[in-house]
């Protein structure tokens, strides 16, 4: 009898831990573009974005995709996108000239709201409120970094007033690397995040140093997720070292007043973090896929396959994933 029970209590203990198990499913692989941008507006309507004028998008929870390549932009690489509907969408390129386009036919057609040739123009993020209000921000120009505004679902963009562009240091940039590096904080205000030679937090008018790993062109914060406008997690690390796990995750339960590394981090250099909801948060880079269900005090490793970016549905729990070679997955429970 004693035998049985224990064994019984081994099942039940089985189960409660398949029950937890997390994994990636793999949806898509073997394309010749890199995803960036990734916009999951509910549980089956999924689009992407990246190298070579690519877009693609899905209705079916990634079962069948429409692949595109947005004419005229054949060499344009769209590093994020911003879904609505599975008609309505916004896509960023990044480099000179810079261009924003939208579509409201699912992508048949794609109609330029925003285009800037000046010298040194380059792109990284967009962020929504909502529908129609949303917010872009770019490498420094002459030392300040530009920063654009919508009012109208993106169809025109102006930016910011010059004496109001925050000031960077020599040396620090901003990397499009997931789409990420800028969020909501609340329901007015943005957070971003910058790298390189120096790597810092910008809320309001707070500049605040982040002690993760920086001092190179390739080191400093990717991304930065928001549980509350005092409770953020930021990752980066150094993206030519991507099984370095040295200073590449942080934590700020006071808004930024104070940072706390993760008792054990994430597994190497990522370019993206997202918050889940309750206490759970998923992180990912060039070596795989980290979980948390701690509000990223402790991270396990899930998955080796790369990814660029994870996004959980604006209207919905399902995540997913883009990375290198088309690649898409899932995450499954």
């Avoid at 549905?313 to 995450?331: S, T």
Wanted: net charge neutral; glycine share 12%; proline share 3%.
């Amino acid at each position: 009898m004693k035998e049985i029970k224990r064994l019984f209590f081994l099942a039940l203990l089985l189960l409660s831990f398949g029950a937890e198990a997390q994994m990636v499913k793999l949806l898509s692989l073997g394309k010749k573009f890199s995803l960036r941008g990734l916009s999951v507006v509910n549980d089956k309507t999924v689009w992407v974005s990246g190298s070579s004028g690519t877009v693609g998008m899905t209705t079916d929870g990634g079962e069948n995709w429409k692949w595109m390549t947005v004419k005229g932009y054949e060499k344009t690489d769209f590093r994020d996108i911003e879904a609505f509907n599975d008609n309505t969408a916004i896509i960023m390129g990044i480099d000179v000239p810079a261009n924003i386009l939208k579509t409201t036919d699912g992508g048949e057609t794609w109609k330029p709201v925003f285009v800037n040739s000046a010298k040194g123009m380059f792109l990284d993020a967009m962020e929504f409120w909502n529908e129609n209000s949303g917010i872009v921000i770019g490498d420094p120009i002459d030392n300040k970094f530009f920063i654009a505004r919508t009012f109208d679902g993106g169809n025109t963009w102006l930016p910011i007033p010059e004496q109001n562009k925050p000031v960077a240091d020599s040396g620090e940039a901003c990397f499009a690397s997931s789409g990420t590096n800028i969020r909501a904080l609340n329901k007015q205000e943005a957070v971003f995040i910058s790298g390189g030679l120096r790597s810092r937090l910008f809320i309001r008018d707070k500049k605040i140093d982040l002690p993760i790993i920086q001092g190179t062109e390739s080191t400093g914060a990717n991304s930065v997720a928001v549980k509350s406008s005092k409770y953020l997690i930021v990752v980066g690390g150094d993206f030519n070292k991507k099984d370095a796990t040295e200073k590449n995750c942080f934590i700020t339960s006071n808004g930024g007043k104070s940072f706390s590394p993760p008792q054990t981090p994430p597994h190497g250099y990522r370019s993206c973090v997202e918050y889940l909801g309750d206490s759970k948060w998923i992180s990912c880079g060039l070596n795989g896929v980290d979980y948390s269900t701690d509000d990223g005090k402790n991270w396990s490793w899930i998955g080796k396959q790369g990814f660029h970016v994870v996004r959980k549905a604006m209207h919905g729990n399902a995540v997913y994933f883009a990375g290198g070679e088309g690649r898409i997955g899932k995450l499954e429970f």
